[in-house]
């Protein structure tokens, strides 16, 4: 007589986690502050996020849904996903800057006086004041605004604003009458 035993052995592996993907980013663009939201796949083992390889703080809120925050010292560049399994990232996030007004000139003259303004973080401005007054303007460069002296003011700041924040001149213009 023969006897057949036959053995199954199953060895169970622990189920590895999807690599986080990236399906959608809102907003595309923002300053430092402003709440992102990212829509995908495999966020619940989301380890870090980095935008332009700056570390952001994040808040898992399902396994498609995550929130981050633009971190101080980001800078326009991926924004990247990072899991145990693998990454995932938006090629182009924008960080939009707060403007600076390091100087203008010239310093004095009357309404309609075209003003050369420099700074840094110009290409995104929406609004010049002097003073109280609106402005009209033109963006020369990322570092340049060509601004016209407005009526209804005294001496007074030239100030601008952009998405990223405001930013005024030390300096006083003077108005020639």
């Not at 332009?52 to 980001?74: K, M, N, Q, R, Y």
Request: no cysteine.
């Amino acid at each position: 007589m023969v006897l057949a035993v036959a053995s199954l052995v199953v060895v169970a592996s622990p189920a590895r986690a999807a690599a986080p993907q990236i399906f959608n980013v809102d907003p595309r663009e923002g300053p430092v502050g402003t709440t992102v939201t990212i829509d995908g796949s495999g966020l619940d083992g989301v380890t870090a996020v980095l935008f332009d390889g700056v570390a952001a703080p994040f808040t898992i809120e399902s396994p498609t849904l995550l929130t981050t925050e633009v971190p101080s010292g980001a800078t326009a560049g991926p924004l990247t996903v990072r899991g145990p399994d693998g990454e995932d990232a938006f090629p182009e996030f924008l960080v939009i800057e707060r403007p600076r007004v390091d100087g203008f000139t010239p310093h004095q003259g009357s309404v309609g006086t075209v003003v050369r303004v420099h700074g840094d973080h110009l290409g995104f401005v929406t609004r010049v004041w002097f003073g109280q007054e609106l402005a009209t303007f033109s963006r020369v460069s990322y570092t340049r605004l060509k601004v016209k002296v407005p009526g209804g003011f005294r001496d007074a700041r030239i100030r601008v604003r952009s998405r990223g924040g405001t930013a005024r001149s030390d300096r006083t213009f003077h108005v020639q009458r």
